[in-house]
């Protein structure tokens, strides 16, 4: 080819194919929607459901195969769909608020969720995150559907049929839908929650469809009231019908709104002129901006497969609550205090999960969007007197910690700006000295004995003490870290310096671990390392006493030194997973983690998942290299069981991405990314301020984990950390890739990440 068209002429056909290529940079093709389906209440492999949406959006799309009002809303081995709901859903635990189901029938108009259910087959289901379609055996008909943030178009495809019927189903415990027969529409809405609304709380929606009813019904707590246009009960729901030809395609444009019903109208343009292919088209593109991001390039396909299904998840949550009102102004309806107020709100998310990786993921990643999520942090404290930390639409009483502390903190010290920080600062004080007066959950559970002992004693009746101590610790740590990047003062400051250092008072030098203590200052002689008890949250001691993000050297002196804190670290992998598995009754966390056969690593679980990071901060990074690559190959799979636990709205899924890119952020609040192994042979990651990160890895394939050089910008670099101001400055980082240890790098102390205790 060069001889015939010139070197000139080949270089441009090569630049052209390089600029094709780019864009025909396909991320989300590789997303399956499935992955972490396949999960039931006694063994979560994710405890995911389909969602099909757009990146951060306020509604999410499902197949729903349970029962109304059954957390596991879709099973991967379940046969039948009984509706495609509209969720909101951030977990089977936290369970649903605002949602309703629509679902196509032919033959009688029915609205039993039994009776309307039909077969399907995974063999004729499409699941994109952008597009969602699936053959109803039972009606013969095929659904799909493809969303904006606050709307969807749904398109089914009917058999010829003079009874075909589509059911709209405002679900139980408060609803209500009115027929509009002349406009082909349904409006409604439902009221059903789990907690964490207000009395006020509503989802008003609307469906519009694009073929006129020739029946239509009201159902009245389950009874079928043909002709009847609207119903307002416990249960409402609506049939309306016509007759098909073949493969007749009837289209139906849905939106909702927590505002009002003439909000949801406004919500339904969103769709615009398009039909659904166009408004698919337009979500792949959405999906593709965001996932493009980062861009990996390797050999081995079912790794990128799970990367991108990872990072698919990973922003999702937490969801976007706001609304644009007629004159475009951003609007939310407060799930604190009922109100229909100015600005951002978010939720869905529990901060207990997501401090860890996810928010610093977004730090890094997407800080605009984090932007926007701080925003709305200030109105929740303005509208509720406290900053959530589990928001599920509200305060929800769950978890432990006052993780709330390390978001706020990570942001502003990663450089977010653009929003009412001095509000937030109020805020974190406020949360670390006092209790929400109904959610316990929210603010500090124990705060008075913390502030007293220096930790939560074991025999104050305040359960998951050892738990909550580690957290406040930490917290302490953030909050002080954030009071020095704002110029606070000492005297407003240094409180929380002295109170970062509480995680010592739990420290039992007998097991060299964490325990939990009496207020006179005394370790139980029957505590068990192994045990899942009361002390802890939803794990033992083996999982929680590296819960010392800010201090791992302060934790290290405690045990004795590198040597003997590496060989702690080296036991969690050792003892039996089977060990403390009679301490209590059975939580599915507890056999999750003795399946996985990797000792008492629990990775399904989320105290213990930047442990492995630790061997970092004494001198033997390989070890790290070792056990995540193993975790990374391991325990995640772009398959339907392809987590080891909770996925937790992006947590699980943001430890991998992080992980796979070659390091991880052990400590929010800090401006390091501790080192690990690099998955892929070339990473870029394209920066909000326009610069780019360029990871690659030399010789990376399966049995090359270790890393054996590295350089920074072309520059040799040995430390064991990499600093976020480098990354955004634009950084080229190179890894040298071997099968075999190399056990001089990162092992000398000037190397070694931060700790507190190194702060003079």
């Given at each position: 080819?060069?001889?015939?068209?010139?070197?000139?002429?080949?270089?441009?056909?090569?630049?052209?194919?390089?600029?094709?290529?780019?864009?025909?940079?396909?991320?989300?093709?590789?997303?399956?929607?499935?992955?972490?389906?396949?999960?039931?209440?006694?063994?979560?492999?994710?405890?995911?459901?389909?969602?099909?949406?757009?990146?951060w959006?306020?509604?999410?799309?499902?197949?729903?195969?349970?029962?109304?009002g059954?957390?596991?809303?879709?099973?991967?081995?379940?046969?039948?769909?009984?509706?495609?709901?509209?969720?909101?859903?951030?977990?089977?635990?936290?369970?649903?608020?605002?949602?309703?189901?629509?679902?196509?029938l032919?033959?009688?108009?029915?609205?039993?969720?039994?009776e309307?259910?039909?077969?399907?087959?995974?063999?004729a289901?499409?699941?994109?995150?952008?597009?969602?379609?699936?053959?109803?055996a039972?009606?013969?008909?095929?659904?799909?559907?493809?969303?904006?943030?606050?709307?969807a178009?749904?398109?089914?495809t009917?058999?010829?049929?003079?009874?075909?019927?589509?059911?709209?189903?405002?679900?139980?415990?408060?609803?209500?839908?009115?027929?509009?027969?002349e406009?082909?529409?349904?409006?409604?809405?439902?009221?059903?929650?789990?907690?964490?609304?207000?009395?006020?709380f509503?989802?008003?929606?609307?469906?519009?469809?694009?073929?006129?009813?020739?029946?239509?019904?009201?159902?009245?707590?389950?009874?079928?009231?043909?002709?009847?246009?609207?119903?307002?009960?416990?249960?409402?729901?609506?049939?309306?019908?016509?007759?098909?030809?073949?493969?007749?395609?009837?289209?139906?444009?849905?939106?909702?709104?927590?505002?009002?019903e003439?909000?949801?109208?406004?919500?339904?343009?969103?769709?615009?002129?398009?039909?659904?292919?166009e408004?698919?088209?337009?979500?792949?593109?959405?999906?593709?901006?965001?996932?493009?991001?980062i861009?990996?390039?390797?050999?081995?396909?079912?790794?990128?497969?799970?990367f991108?299904?990872?990072?698919?998840?990973?922003?999702?949550?937490?969801?976007?609550?706001?609304e644009?009102?007629?004159?475009?102004n951003?609007?939310?309806?407060?799930?604190?205090n009922?109100?229909?107020?100015?600005?951002?709100?978010?939720?869905?998310?529990?901060?207990?999960?997501?401090?860890?990786?996810?928010?610093?993921?977004?730090?890094?990643?997407?800080?605009?969007?984090?932007?926007?999520?701080?925003e709305?942090?200030?109105?929740?404290?303005?509208?509720?007197?406290?900053?959530?930390?589990?928001?599920?639409?509200?305060?929800?009483?769950?978890?432990?910690?006052?993780?709330?502390?390390?978001?706020?903190?990570?942001?502003?010290?990663?450089?977010?700006?653009?929003?009412?920080?001095?509000?937030?600062?109020?805020?974190?004080?406020?949360?670390?000295?006092?209790?929400?007066?109904?959610?316990?959950?929210?603010?500090?559970?124990?705060?008075?004995?913390?502030?007293?002992?220096?930790?939560?004693?074991?025999?104050a009746?305040?359960?998951?003490?050892?738990?909550?101590?580690?957290?406040?610790?930490?917290?302490?740590?953030?909050?002080?870290?954030?009071?020095?990047?704002?110029?606070?003062?000492?005297s407003?400051?240094?409180?929380?310096?002295?109170?970062?250092?509480?995680?010592?008072?739990?420290?039992?030098?007998?097991n060299?671990?964490?325990?939990?203590?009496?207020?006179?200052?005394?370790?139980?002689?029957?505590?068990?390392?192994?045990?899942?008890?009361?002390?802890?949250?939803?794990?033992?001691?083996?999982?929680?006493?590296?819960?010392?993000?800010?201090?791992?050297?302060?934790l290290?002196?405690?045990?004795?030194?590198?040597k003997?804190?590496?060989?702690?670290?080296?036991?969690?992998?050792?003892?039996?997973?089977?060990?403390?598995?009679?301490?209590?009754?059975?939580?599915?966390?507890?056999?999750?983690?003795?399946?996985?056969?990797?000792?008492?690593?629990?990775?399904?679980?989320?105290?213990?998942?930047h442990?492995?990071?630790?061997?970092?901060?004494?001198?033997?990074?390989?070890?790290?290299?070792?056990?995540?690559?193993e975790?990374?190959?391991?325990?995640?799979?772009?398959?339907?069981?392809?987590?080891?636990?909770?996925?937790?709205n992006?947590?699980?899924?943001?430890?991998?991405?992080?992980?796979?890119?070659?390091?991880?952020?052990?400590?929010?609040?800090?401006?390091?990314?501790?080192?690990?192994?690099?998955?892929?042979?070339?990473?870029?990651?394209?920066?909000?301020?326009?610069k780019?990160?360029?990871?690659?890895?030399?010789?990376?394939?399966?049995?090359?984990?270790?890393?054996?050089?590295?350089?920074?910008?072309?520059?040799?670099?040995?430390?064991?950390?990499?600093?976020?101001?480098?990354?955004?400055?634009?950084?080229?980082?190179?890894?040298?890739?071997?099968?075999?240890?190399?056990?001089?790098?990162?092992?000398?102390?000037?190397?070694f990440?931060?700790?507190?205790?190194?702060?003079e």
């Amino acid at each position: 080819m060069v001889k015939k068209i010139g070197f000139l002429g080949a270089l441009l056909f090569f630049s052209f194919l390089l600029k094709l290529s780019a864009q025909t940079f396909d991320p989300v093709s590789y997303v399956s929607t499935l992955v972490g389906t396949n999960s039931k209440y006694e063994l979560s492999t994710g405890n995911t459901y389909p969602a099909t949406a757009l990146p951060w959006g306020m509604n999410f799309w499902s197949p729903q195969t349970g029962k109304m009002g059954d957390g596991w809303m879709y099973k991967y081995t379940d046969d039948k769909i009984r509706g495609f709901k509209q969720t909101h859903q951030p977990s089977p635990w936290m369970n649903d608020y605002g949602q309703f189901s629509i679902m196509p029938l032919t033959g009688e108009a029915v609205f039993n969720e039994d009776e309307r259910a039909s077969w399907f087959s995974h063999k004729a289901e499409i699941a994109k995150p952008y597009y969602y379609s699936v053959y109803l055996a039972d009606v013969d008909v095929t659904t799909e559907i493809a969303p904006t943030e606050r709307a969807a178009m749904f398109r089914f495809t009917f058999p010829d049929s003079k009874n075909s019927f589509v059911v709209a189903d405002a679900f139980d415990r408060g609803s209500y839908v009115k027929i509009i027969p002349e406009e082909n529409k349904i409006v409604g809405y439902t009221t059903r929650n789990s907690g964490g609304v207000p009395d006020n709380f509503r989802n008003y929606f609307v469906i519009v469809f694009d073929k006129p009813f020739t029946y239509y019904a009201v159902v009245k707590d389950g009874e079928i009231s043909k002709g009847e246009k609207e119903f307002e009960g416990n249960h409402a729901g609506a049939i309306i019908g016509f007759e098909t030809s073949n493969n007749e395609q009837v289209n139906a444009r849905v939106a909702s709104s927590f505002i009002s019903e003439e909000q949801a109208m406004l919500n339904l343009k969103e769709l615009g002129n398009d039909g659904l292919d166009e408004i698919a088209a337009k979500g792949k593109a959405r999906w593709n901006e965001v996932l493009g991001k980062i861009k990996v390039e390797d050999d081995n396909i079912d790794n990128l497969r799970t990367f991108y299904s990872n990072l698919y998840r990973t922003v999702l949550f937490p969801r976007n609550l706001s609304e644009i009102d007629a004159s475009g102004n951003v609007m939310h309806y407060s799930p604190y205090n009922g109100k229909v107020l100015p600005g951002y709100m978010f939720t869905d998310t529990g901060f207990w999960d997501t401090f860890r990786s996810l928010f610093p993921f977004l730090n890094l990643v997407y800080p605009s969007e984090n932007q926007k999520m701080q925003e709305g942090l200030v109105n929740a404290y303005k509208e509720s007197g406290f900053l959530p930390e589990w928001a599920s639409p509200g305060h929800r009483d769950i978890m432990v910690g006052n993780n709330s502390a390390s978001v706020v903190a990570d942001a502003y010290v990663k450089g977010l700006r653009g929003y009412d920080i001095e509000t937030l600062w109020e805020a974190l004080k406020h949360g670390a000295n006092s209790v929400h007066p109904k959610v316990r959950a929210t603010g500090r559970t124990g705060y008075q004995q913390y502030n007293q002992y220096g930790y939560i004693p074991n025999d104050a009746s305040i359960d998951q003490n050892v738990a909550r101590t580690l957290e406040y610790a930490y917290n302490d740590w953030t909050i002080y870290q954030l009071g020095k990047a704002l110029n606070k003062p000492e005297s407003e400051i240094g409180i929380y310096a002295q109170r970062a250092m509480n995680y010592k008072n739990l420290y039992n030098p007998k097991n060299k671990l964490m325990a939990g203590r009496a207020a006179d200052g005394t370790f139980s002689d029957s505590f068990e390392p192994t045990d899942w008890s009361r002390d802890f949250t939803e794990g033992n001691s083996w999982h929680y006493s590296w819960s010392v993000f800010h201090d791992p050297k302060g934790l290290m002196n405690l045990m004795g030194g590198k040597k003997e804190f590496v060989n702690m670290l080296d036991s969690v992998f050792i003892i039996p997973g089977s060990e403390g598995m009679k301490s209590r009754g059975m939580i599915h966390e507890m056999r999750e983690m003795q399946v996985m056969d990797m000792g008492q690593y629990a990775h399904g679980n989320q105290p213990i998942q930047h442990m492995v990071y630790l061997y970092n901060y004494a001198g033997e990074p390989w070890k790290g290299q070792y056990w995540a690559r193993e975790i990374m190959d391991k325990l995640y799979a772009a398959t339907p069981d392809g987590y080891c636990g909770d996925e937790d709205n992006g947590q699980t899924s943001a430890w991998y991405v992080f992980s796979s890119l070659g390091f991880y952020p052990v400590c929010p609040g800090s401006d390091e990314y501790i080192l690990g192994s690099p998955l892929f042979k070339s990473v870029k990651i394209e920066l909000e301020n326009g610069k780019e990160v360029s990871i690659k890895a030399d010789k990376n394939e399966k049995e090359n984990r270790y890393i054996s050089e590295m350089k920074l910008n072309g520059k040799k670099y040995t430390k064991n950390y990499l600093r976020h101001e480098d990354l955004m400055k634009g950084a080229k980082i190179n890894f040298k890739m071997s099968p075999v240890p190399n056990k001089n790098r990162g092992a000398d102390e000037k190397d070694f990440p931060y700790s507190f205790s190194s702060e003079e």
